[in-house]
């Protein structure tokens, strides 16, 4: 089965410092990568896709992320983290010919402490 | 432009009773999209939509959930008699992608959390 794994529930960063949360995926083909985030009593927010080209994608609010064909990843990554970066981040997979459905990661809860 | 647009924000009903959600997706996108999301965990996909015709319904529990996208804008989710289990929020999202000319984001609305009790 097709699926889409985010091993850390929460990650803890310090204000300032950088940020990786991490996204693994089992889908056949070279399907489509999102990251969309979160924050409390709020929609989702998209931040990122990757659909081909360069491996190192850039998007919204300073995050890029780094798809890894040979390790079928796609973590999301920030230079300096901010206090207003604390938020639920979800990892999602389109793959190919899918209708462009999402399969979803469970969410990492981001914790930027200042 | 507006976002997604959904009504209502919170919903307590009894177990038995029947509720609707309703969701106006953003002005000129093609697909709609009714995600059930339970607490700590991803978006699980209810329907797809493009315009007003079903792409994939094969999530919905159809003997108790209903929707429909009439003229292929507004779309309205139901449930009809609620569970317990469906205590969750309710997401709705749209994409400006015809299937096959793209690959375009999906955009959500703020969602609608439904206590059943």
């Known amino acids: 089965a097709q699926s889409v794994a985010q091993p850390e529930d929460q990650v803890n960063v310090a204000e300032g410092n950088p940020l990786t949360v991490k996204c693994t995926y089992s889908?056949?083909?070279?399907?489509?990568l999102f990251w969309y985030v979160q924050y409390p009593n709020r929609g989702l927010q998209f931040l990122l896709k990757y659909i081909t080209g360069d491996n190192l994608v850039k998007g919204s609010y300073g995050f890029e992320a780094e798809f890894n064909k040979s390790q079928t990843s796609f973590h999301l990554k920030k230079p300096s983290a901010l206090v207003s970066d604390s938020a639920l981040y979800f990892c999602?997979?389109?793959?190919?010919?899918?209708?462009?459905?999402?399969?979803w990661g469970a969410g990492t809860k981001l914790i930027i402490k200042p | 432009e507006a976002g997604v647009a959904q009504s209502p924000r919170y919903k307590i009903i009894e177990k038995r009773q029947s509720v609707a959600f309703w969701c106006n997706p953003i002005s000129g996108h093609a697909t709609l999209y009714w995600y059930q999301q339970i607490l700590g965990q991803g978006p699980k996909l209810l329907i797809q939509?493009?315009?007003?015709?079903?792409?994939?319904d094969s999530q919905l529990p159809k003997d108790r959930f209903s929707a429909e996208r009439l003229k292929g804008v507004d779309s309205t989710l139901k449930i009809q008699p609620a569970k317990l289990e469906d205590s969750a929020v309710y997401l709705c999202a749209s994409s400006r992608a015809p299937l096959g000319q793209g690959t375009y984001e999906q955009y959500f609305g703020p969602g609608t959390r439904l206590t059943v009790t």
């Open positions: 999602a997979v389109s793959p190919r010919g899918s209708n462009y459905q999402l399969i």
């Open positions: 939509f493009q315009n007003n015709g079903v792409v994939d």
């Open positions: 889908v056949s083909g070279n399907p489509y």
